[in-house]
């Protein structure tokens, strides 16, 4: 079971990444897939959801209207969109997949805001 970030890096204020996760090893289209972020020195923030078949999706309010969840579950993978970016976003963010009593997370990237 595997699931791995990647797209992360520094980018200035105002710009874009795009993060994607990818999985293996499991039924990742039975999964709800969250990402989640952790800024040095805060608890890990809910960033992001996206229901199994990615019909519907919710978005914590700092975000909202700047980052995009989506999902190919023919790819097994999971993106977030990420625009507008600002210093807060900087964190390291991890992706989490929950079926049931399931639940797996990847080993995180990092997102660097600054100019």
């Known amino acids: 079971v595997q699931l791995v970030e990647s797209g992360g890096g520094l980018v200035q204020p105002g710009g874009s990444l795009r993060l994607s996760c990818a999985a293996s090893g499991f039924s990742f289209s039975r999964y709800v897939v969250n990402w989640y972020r952790q800024a040095p020195g805060k608890e890990r923030e809910l960033v992001a959801i996206i229901d199994s078949v990615g019909g519907s999706s919710n978005y914590a309010d700092s975000v909202q209207g700047r980052f995009t969840i989506a999902r190919d579950n023919a790819k097994n993978t999971v993106y977030l969109q990420m625009n507008s970016l600002k210093p807060e976003d900087t964190a390291v963010y991890y992706c989490?997949?929950?079926?049931?009593?399931?639940?797996?997370w990847g080993q995180g990237t990092q997102v660097t805001v600054s100019s």
């Open positions: 989490n997949a929950l079926y049931s009593r399931l639940n797996y």
